[in-house]
Every structure is written in C-alpha cells, then in structure tokens.
C-alpha cells in the first residue's frame, strides 16, 4: 500500500500527560475505506491515544508522527487538524450552556468547508441526519450536549460527524454506555457513513459494537503499544477469551527481559 | 476633523470614546459643589421653591454622608473621586427639539453616530436624548400622546406634571437612602419623566439616551416612572462617552411605581467609556400583582456601583432582575440586585451573569428580604461568574434577611473559567479558538440578551464581541 492509499498514518509515536508517559511507540495505518478497531483493557491508551490525535493540549507528544492524508499534523491546533478532515467523536462530549445544537452545527460545517453552507441544504442535511440517527427535531434546538443523557451524547456524536464527513474519525468509546437499541442506532448511522475515502478508528473496550461495524483490521493495545493486529475474528476471539489472553503472556516476556 | 478619537479607545476597541471639541455650552455653572452651585442650577430652571429647598436639603444630607464603605459599594473610597473637580450643570442647547433639525448639528452629528434617530424611525414608539446636563431632543409617537402617554424631560415633566411629580419624586428613593442618591437630588438634571395611563399598553419601547460630552462632567439625570393600573410600558436607556484621561461621573437615580396589574420592564444598555464613575440607584415599587422586571446590562464605566431594587408591597407582585456584566482591564462592575418581599404571595427572581477579561472585575452583591407576614414568598436567585483568564476576579455577596417561615427561597452561584475541555470540544469541530471563546461567552449571556428585543439583542452581542476583541489580557 502507497503511503497515499492511508488516510491516517501513525509512526512511532509517544504521548505523555501531565509528564506520565502513556502512549510508547504505536504505529499504524488506517487506509482510505477501511474500519480499524483498536481494543485494549482499561488503562492501555486508548482515550490517550484518541485525544492526542486531534491535538488536546494535555496531551503532549514527545515522539513520533502522526500523517493525515500524507501531511504530518502533529504540531497543529486541533482545529487545523479538523479542517483538514479529522474528527473525534469524544467519550465525554463536554456541555455548552446557551449554545444551540443548531448554531453549533452551522458554525463548525462552515468552518470546516471553509464557507458558509447555504441555509436550505443545510435544513435538509441536518433533518437527514437526524432521522439516521432516530433523533427528534427538537433536539437540534436544544444546547450543545446541555442535559443529555449518555446514549443522547453519543449519538450528537454521530450525528455531527454525519453532517461534518471527516475522512478520518477517530471514534474513542463510541459504544459505551449505550443500550442495545442506541448501540444499533449508532451502528447503523456509521455504517451509512463508511465509504471508499473514508477511515475509520473504532477505539473500544468491548467487542459487542464490531457485531455490528465490521471492522477491517483490529489491533490490540496494551501498555501504549500495538501489540496484536489481525481480522475481525481477532475481536471475537479477544471477547471468548479475554484480554488475559494476550497480556498475560507480554507481561511474563517483560519480567523475563528484566 | 470635527471629532477626536483617543488611543486608549483603539487599543480597548471602544468605539464610542470621541468627543466633540466644536461644542459650546450656552451655559454652565462653575466646576465644585457648594449651596451656590446647587441654587444656580435650581434658578436657571426656574424651579418651584419646594424643589430648591428639596435640592439644599439633599445637598446637606449628602455633605453629612461619608463614602459609602460598607457593605454596599465597591469600595468608592479607593479610587481618587473629587467632588470638587467635577462640573454639575453643563447646559448644552437653548430649546430642545421636537424634531432632530432643530438639534444643533454638532450635537445632532454625534447621536447620528451613535444611531439614535436611525433606532427611532425603525422600532421605537418615543426618544429621549440627554446630552451632558439637558435632554436636547424628545419625541413620543402621536398616537401615543393622544392616549395620554407622557415622555417627557424630567424637567417638563416638573414644569408641566408638577402635582404627580411633587406627589412621588424622591418617594422611592428619598435623598437619605445613601450618598448619591442625595448627590443626585441635589444636583439632579434631565432624564425622563414617564406616565402611562390605567389600561394602557405601549407595545414599543421608549428609549431613552445618555451622552456625556464635556470633560470632568457629572451627569445626574432623574427619572420617574408611573404605570397606572393594568398599563404596560418598556423603557430602554443606552448610554456612552468620549473617554478622557481625567474621570466624569455619573450619579442617576430612578424611581418607578408599578400599580396594581401594570408591568414595566426597565432595561438598560451601559456602555460608558472607562473613566466614568457609575454609581446609580435603580428602585421601583410593584402593588397588586403588577410586575416589574429589571434587565440591567454592564459593559462600561470605570467603577459601577447599582443594584437595582424592586418592592414587592402588595400580593401577587412579581419582581425580575436579570443583570449582566462583563468587566475588561481596569474596570469593576459591582453590580446585582435586591428584592424586598413586603406583602404575602409575591414572587422574584434574580439571575446575573458576569463575565471578567484581563483583570477586570466583577462583584455580585445581592438582597433578598422578606419580611415577617410575607407569607408564601418565592424567591429564587441564580448567579454565574465566568472567567477568561487568570488575572480576572469575581466576587459574590449575596445577602438573605428572611423573617417568615412560610416562604421558598432558592439560591445558587457558579463561578466557571471558560474551560479547556469546552475550548477542545469546538475547536476539534473546525472553529478556531477566538471563535470558540466567542461562542462559549454568547453561549453563557444568552439567558438574559434571549429577553430583549431583537435590536437590543444584536446590539448586546456587538458589544461583548467588541470588549472580547479589545485589550489583549
């Protein structure tokens, strides 16, 4: 594969937060079309891994690169990062009192399309939107993750990541929290999503999301590294048998090499 | 050039800070405080003898107060205000205008800059416009005045309403209630006098405009508001001034009376330049389940010092404060409200909302009274600070005197730096962070500008945005 063909190429990288190192050396390329899921038990690195990506100030990179579509991105601010087409979809979204769903919406595809969006395509985009996702109408007017409940968060979520078609998304925990129904409501809205110019980085703890994403590749993170990739089936595997399975045996290697 | 344009004000991207050199008072009386001044500006209006002795009166309380240093203030006694440098009485036109030609044109120029004659032709139903000492230009809609709607100049409103006016001027206020409400009742000068009659309802808001021109001027305007039972009536003022180097003062106090089912909304746009002292007293009075509601924006002024106070004296009166201030370097918006509970079955809220930039700050000093036999009161006061930075204070002072036991009282304070998580969150969508702080700011003001008219609302916003982009920290 070109380095062309990957939308989102990660090389040797290193993140620490608040001077801890977290993430050591992860490398990995997500190519145009693909789903890669990353797994991992708590603490491996995933949201490190994710928030790093879009560039939180928190999170400092003190190695490595990481390539959006060839470019090198890692010293942008996470709003260049965005409007060169990269997306989070965040595990916490964050509440803005007295900021509208609506204006936010408007505010962030005009940022990222570098113009104002007409209004008529605009209304017709979000009414689309919202019906993938099986949200009510009114939810637009409502403010900016302002009292949702967890499974709501998630899908405004979705919904803006419908509306903003990043060609990358970094998906950190997308299906916690969720009940079955909104798990497949989601499922479905990033199904209606992927396509050939598009990668997707489902990060997640369980296995249950990729029932219903297919993913391409998966990978195994541990202790801020890839320590397994393989194909779906490495999921299901992972799921029978736990993570155990892998870092029991890392962690014996590790204690041998000290 | 007819105007100058200070570099202070580009620098803190105030946009109202020129003054008009080509102005020539035709009158004014000599700078300092003493019974003199006080008599002279009495004598050039030609005033009834009870006022005269009204304002000596006043003038003696106010030289008995000391600063106010106590719980109620912003500390006045630390900023270096001397009575004595302040011109009382600046007269800028012979004759008011019924019309904006007949406003002279140096003055005519400086409320076109400012959009008032452009305001009163698009929304509002009557313009009053105050520049330094006297009101140079008033006009109520016809229909208006055939329904018996009075706006007027507090002066002819004196001259022309003198029975209404000798019944409740200083009734609400009286000159003793503090230090500069008797600076104002001795030196008083312009500002409106209002009277809407029983049942009727001005669908528009009046305005009412505050230009001071002059150097090391004191403003001082009165205004009475009647709202006879079951009227309806919303009175805006909007205010600004060239900025100086030397400070200007402006000492207002207003009084309303909101009869029995009336409803008056007082909202009031400040956006005076940073060396403006602004220390008004704001009170109204609210009977029989009439409604008064106080929408109080800050964005000026060196030093603010007002609290605008609604009585509820009879049942089923309902009081509103929503109060919004936003202090940048080198300004403290010590601002709030209180509400006195006086009769049973009334009801008040209180929301303020304050923002504080590179350095500036903001005080919330709050009331709320109820007196014992209020029963079923309910008060609920919310008030949320934000924070753009570091160097940026906001205090809370809120007060409680509650002596009923049958009454639900709610309170709560937030104070909140805008946060990194939030600044992440928008700029992860694409919006850069000038735009994400913008944004996040609107987003925390938007419960109070949401409750004004469309104009106002836009102009609020223009405001925050303009304080947002001046003065870096």
């Not at chain 2, 602004?278 to 924006?297: H, S």
Request: aromatic share 8%.
């Amino acid at each position: 594969m070109t380095e062309n063909g990957a939308v989102l190429r990660i090389e040797d990288l290193h993140v620490a937060v608040d001077g801890k190192q977290i993430v050591n050396g992860l490398s990995l390329a997500v190519p145009a079309g693909e789903v890669h899921a990353i797994m991992g038990p708590n603490g491996s690195g995933k949201s490190t891994l994710a928030n790093a990506l879009m560039g939180h100030p928190r999170y400092q990179v003190s190695a490595g690169h990481i390539y959006l579509k060839g470019e090198e991105i890692s010293a942008l601010s996470p709003d260049e990062r965005a409007r060169k087409g990269l997306f989070l979809a965040m595990q916490y979204p964050t509440s803005i009192p007295g900021v509208t769903m609506v204006n936010f919406l408007r505010a962030a595809l005009k940022a990222v399309r570098g113009q104002d969006i007409p209004v008529r395509e605009f209304r017709q985009r979000l009414q689309e939107a919202l019906a993938l996702l099986k949200m009510d109408e009114s939810f637009a007017r409502r403010y900016l993750n302002e009292g949702f409940s967890g499974g709501e968060k998630k899908r405004a979520e979705v919904l803006q990541m419908t509306l903003l078609r990043p060609s990358m998304a970094v998906m950190d925990e997308t299906d916690s929290g969720l009940d079955i129904d909104a798990l497949r409501t989601v499922a479905e809205g990033i199904n209606a999503l992927r396509g050939p110019e598009m990668g997707i980085l489902l990060i997640t703890h369980y296995q249950r999301i990729l029932n219903y994403v297919t993913p391409d590749r998966v990978h195994v993170l541990y202790k801020g590294r890839i320590v397994r990739s393989g194909g779906k089936e490495l999921a299901s595997e992972l799921e029978a048998k736990g993570y155990d399975w892998i870092t029991s045996s890392l962690d014996s290697e590790e204690s041998e090499d000290a | 050039m007819t105007t100058t344009r200070n570099a202070r004000d580009i620098v803190s991207g105030y946009k109202y800070g020129w003054h008009d050199p080509e102005f020539k008072p035709i009158n004014e009386v000599r700078k300092g405080l003493d019974r003199d001044v006080v008599a002279q500006i009495s004598a050039l209006k030609n005033e009834p003898q009870w006022m005269r002795d009204f304002r000596l009166r006043a003038l003696e309380i106010f030289e008995s107060k000391p600063m106010p240093t106590g719980f109620w203030g912003g500390n006045i006694g630390n900023y270096p205000l001397d009575f004595q440098d302040i011109y009382y009485y600046v007269k800028p036109v012979e004759k008011q205008g019924r019309t904006w030609e007949e406003v002279p044109q140096e003055i005519k120029r400086t409320f076109d800059r400012l959009g008032i004659p452009e305001a009163e032709r698009k929304f509002l139903a009557g313009v009053g416009a105050q520049y330094d000492s006297e009101v140079v230009y008033h006009k109520i809609r016809e229909d208006l005045d055939k329904l018996g709607v009075v706006f007027v100049d507090m002066d002819t409103g004196l001259r022309e309403h003198e029975d209404i006016v000798r019944q409740h001027f200083g009734s609400i206020v009286p000159p003793a209630d503090n230090k500069f409400a008797a600076l104002n009742s001795a030196v008083w000068s312009g500002g409106s006098f209002v009277y809407v009659p029983e049942g009727v309802h001005v669908d528009i808001p009046l305005q009412a405009y505050f230009r001071i021109n002059t150097e090391n001027m004191g403003q001082f305007e009165r205004t009475l508001i009647i709202a006879e039972p079951g009227s309806y009536v919303h009175y805006v003022e909007g205010c600004t001034a060239p900025t100086y180097s030397s400070d200007s003062l402006h000492s207002a106090v207003v009084e309303i009376i909101v009869k029995r089912g009336a409803r008056v909304r007082y909202t009031t746009i400040q956006n005076w330049s940073t060396n403006v002292y602004n220390l008004v007293t704001k009170r109204a009075a609210a009977y029989q389940d009439a409604v008064m509601e106080w929408v109080d924006g800050n964005l000026g002024s060196k030093l603010t010092m007002k609290y605008p106070s609604v009585f509820l004296m009879e049942p089923g009166a309902h009081g509103e404060i929503l109060s919004l201030a936003f202090a940048g370097p080198g300004q403290h918006q010590d601002a709030g409200g209180k509400v006195v509970h006086v009769a049973p079955n009334t009801t008040s809220t209180i929301v303020s909302k304050s923002i504080s930039k590179g350095g500036g700050r903001t005080s919330y000093r709050g009331l709320l009274k109820v007196y014992e036999g209020a029963k079923n009161a309910k008060s609920t006061v919310r008030c949320d600070a934000l924070l753009l930075d570091p160097d940026s204070r906001s205090d809370t002072y809120p007060v409680m005197e509650i002596d009923e036991e049958q009454v639900t009282v709610g309170h709560e304070a937030t104070v909140s730096k805008v946060g990194e998580e939030q600044l992440f969150y928008l700029q992860s969508r694409g919006i850069d962070e000038t735009e994400a702080t913008k944004m996040i700011v609107n987003g925390f003001v938007e419960p109070i500008v949401k409750e004004l008219p469309m104009e106002y609302a836009i102009e609020l916003n223009r405001l925050i945005e303009l304080q947002m982009e001046g003065s870096v920290g």
